[in-house]
């Protein structure tokens, strides 16, 4: 194991993956100078500028012509700098891309990753900062995935990667800089199988993204036993490790970044409710952010992040319910 970062946990996953297949290349804006967040550093010298493609400011060409490359039978790493800029390529991705396994009749498969870092960064404001995973889980054809820690960040690469279907990798702006422990030999993890952060029986907590941290440390300092999931992966999700925790602890909280109305914390209180029962449920809590646009001012974006001690009043409110 290794102690390292966010970022550089998803680039030594990207670089093995370029050195086991040749197959696989990245594009997007600032590759070759190494990404916004530094996840590129170093990669255009080692497999060059061919498979490290810095790309014109053009996202809906750059999802086009990943989608092509794919088609073709290479597997592209498709950077969006931002998930926000995914909106000026939304065609490509949710109507061509989505759809041309489909369409086709499994003739043309676009095995490519897309990857989406999302939510907070200081000062990112409104346009920079949203977090978009529930329009992409509604859309068939695609896999969402979520990384919290920085062995995730590097093993789901890796599996997307290696992925037949086109995956979403949303990465969390706010913890590139996060450290961890990651295994020397990088591996894929599995899609849809969650990570069992932390075990009790007071109430089942499922948490994804950039509140896996924060939601375990609440759990820490609670002081209530807390059976904590961290999905890792929105679509296809466990649906089964979720239920079968909230039929023994009969209390739910679902903590996301993301905007609470029309959240994916919605599809698990719906999936869980259908699964247990309306009987089986004591307490139900969403945890996320207020229907609002993020403001660029540091006072106030404070005021609509999801922090420890508010994850703690909510464990706390729900257990005791």
Same mark, same amino acid.
């Given at each position: 194991? *290794?102690? +390292? ?16 297949? #040749? ?7 600032d590759l070759v100078q190494g990404g916004i967040f530094g996840q590129y550093k170093g990669l255009a010298g080692e497999f060059g500028t061919d498979r490290i493609v810095s790309t014109p400011i053009s996202e809906s060409t750059i999802m086009g012509a990943g989608l092509g490359a794919a088609l073709c039978g290479t597997r592209p790493v498709i950077e969006m700098r931002i998930a926000d800029f995914t909106l000026c390529a939304m065609d490509?991705?949710?109507?061509? %891309? ?21 939510? +907070? ?14 329009? &992409?889980?509604? !859309? ?9 820690? #920085? ?18 990798? +949303? ?14 030999? %990088? *591996?894929?993890? #599995?899609?849809? !199988? ?18 896996? #941290? ?16 961290? &999905?890792?992966? =929105? ?16 209390? =739910? ?14 599809? !698990? ?5 259908? /699964?247990?029962?309306? /009987?089986? =449920? ?17 006072? &106030?974006?404070?005021?609509?992040? %999801? ?7 909510? !464990? ?6």
């Amino acid at each position: 194991m *290794t102690r +390292m970062t966010f970022a550089e946990a998803a680039r030594c996953a990207l670089a093995a993956e370029m050195r086991r297949d #040749p197959l696989v290349w990245a594009l997007g804006e600032d590759l070759v100078q190494g990404g916004i967040f530094g996840q590129y550093k170093g990669l255009a010298g080692e497999f060059g500028t061919d498979r490290i493609v810095s790309t014109p400011i053009s996202e809906s060409t750059i999802m086009g012509a990943g989608l092509g490359a794919a088609l073709c039978g290479t597997r592209p790493v498709i950077e969006m700098r931002i998930a926000d800029f995914t909106l000026c390529a939304m065609d490509e991705l949710v109507s061509q %891309i989505a759809k041309v396994r489909y369409m086709f009749g499994g003739q043309g498969r676009a095995a490519l990753v897309v990857r989406m870092p999302q939510g +907070m960064w200081r000062n990112s404001a409104a346009q920079h900062s949203q977090c978009l995973e529930a329009w &992409l889980t509604h !859309i068939p054809g695609l896999v969402v995935v979520a990384p919290g820690t #920085p062995a995730d960040a590097a093993g789901l690469l890796a599996a997307a990667i290696r992925s037949d279907d086109p995956v979403v990798l +949303m990465e969390p702006k706010n913890l590139w800089t996060t450290e961890g422990e990651v295994p020397d030999d %990088i *591996t894929p993890v #599995p899609f849809g !199988i969650a990570r069992h952060a932390a075990e009790g029986d007071a109430l089942t907590v499922v948490t994804w993204s950039a509140t896996v #941290p924060v939601v375990e440390q609440a759990a820490r300092e609670s002081g209530i036993a807390c059976d904590v999931f961290d &999905l890792r992966s =929105l679509w296809p999700w466990d649906e089964a490790a979720v239920v079968a925790s909230v039929r023994r602890t009969g209390r =739910l909280l679902v903590v996301h970044e993301a905007v609470t109305v029309s959240g994916f914390g919605a599809e !698990i209180v719906a999936r869980v409710v259908e /699964g247990v029962g309306p /009987g089986g =449920l004591r307490a139900i809590e969403r945890l996320g952010a207020p229907r609002a646009p993020v403001p660029f001012s540091p006072p &106030l974006e404070d005021a609509m992040r %999801i922090t420890p001690a508010r994850v703690a009043q909510a !464990i706390r409110r729900v257990a005791n319910t």
